[in-house]
């Protein structure tokens, strides 16, 4: 073996080794057990920190690494659009947490990827493309990790739209029943289960602690950005202010709301029709021609024909 062959053994087998050594020292009672001050904390701290879970004064390498950290995250650019993003994936819109995340991830990936580069230099398989491991590790680490928020945005918006005709209805029914539009959402909320019934829970908690409730139902329309439920909660607040019948309003609108969704339902049914067609065009059809043509190609030739 080559001295590089060597060092790069080395390494490997040594990282392994302090990686095992941490792990039992992990699990040593004495270790793994919290500190008197993390024990005591929370019975001495004011409000400011009431988990008490924050030390006294942070280790001033930890502290640079997290400043760096945050700096980095917060020029990543994105902000605003981010930031929707993760209020219609159910998460805080915090976007320099998320990126500080995703830069874990790109780290990540990096060493992923150098360690894939010393593996294929120690199976003699180096070069250029081992070299470009630890890089595109990184990158596809940080793609990963936002495709991964973007698919749970995705399909929280889409159980919203899925849920939105049915909760009108009942809103609708409630209402017609004799009972005030917060009383409603409150019933709504405690009966149902969903991703648009959280949402209506979090804003009759709004509503009953200072805000008003028509602010609150546009928060919650802000927040999940979804055309039909934007226009129901339009029109309802209009409704509210002209002293309209708000029964009759949400019953269209769970009318208009259904069909929207059946005509999102047939245009996705066109979609995939048109993707079935893609394996018959290229994979069935020209093969049905190959078979129909070959034998009288084949006799042309033969002189047969």
């Not at 917060?74 to 320099?96: F, S």
């Not at 081992?130 to 680490?141: E, F, Q, R």
């Not at 939105?164 to 149902?192: I, M, Q, S």
């Not at 309003?249 to 049914?269: G, H, S, T, Y």
């Amino acid at each position: 073996m080559s001295d590089l062959s060597l060092l790069s053994s080395a390494i490997i087998l040594g990282v392994a080794l302090a990686c095992g050594l941490l792990l039992i020292a992990r699990r040593v009672p004495r270790w793994a057990a919290p500190s008197l001050i993390r024990r005591i904390s929370p019975y001495v701290r004011d409000i400011a920190d009431p988990a008490g879970l924050t030390p006294l004064q942070p280790v001033p390498a930890v502290a640079d690494w997290r400043s760096i950290r945050d700096r980095v995250a917060a020029g990543w650019g994105g902000g605003d659009a981010l930031a929707q993003r993760l209020r219609q994936a159910g998460r805080a819109p915090d976007v320099v947490a998320f990126r500080a995340v995703q830069l874990g991830w790109a780290v990540g990936g990096l060493f992923a990827g150098g360690a894939l580069a010393v593996a294929s230099t120690l199976a003699g398989r180096g070069g250029v493309i081992a070299a470009l491991l630890p890089p595109l590790g990184a990158v596809v680490a940080a793609v990963v990790y936002e495709q991964q928020l973007t698919r749970a945005a995705k399909r929280r918006v889409a159980r919203i739209e899925e849920e939105l005709p049915t909760v009108l209805e009942f809103l609708a029914l409630c209402l017609a029943a004799g009972e005030g539009l917060r009383d409603a959402l409150r019933r709504v909320g405690d009966v149902g289960t969903g991703v648009l019934t959280e949402e209506l829970r979090g804003a009759v908690l709004a509503s009953g602690t200072g805000s008003s409730l028509a602010d609150a139902l546009l928060s919650v329309a802000k927040t999940c950005e979804v055309p039909a439920l934007s226009r129901a909660v339009e029109h309802l607040v209009a409704a509210i202010d002209r002293g309209a019948p708000l029964a009759l309003v949400l019953q269209e609108q769970a009318v208009d709301a259904r069909e929207e969704a059946k005509r999102a339902l047939i245009e996705a049914a066109g979609r995939k029709e048109i993707l079935m067609l893609l394996p018959l065009v290229f994979m069935i059809l020209p093969l049905s021609v190959v078979f129909a043509v070959f034998p009288g190609i084949v006799l042309l030739k033969l002189g047969l024909g």
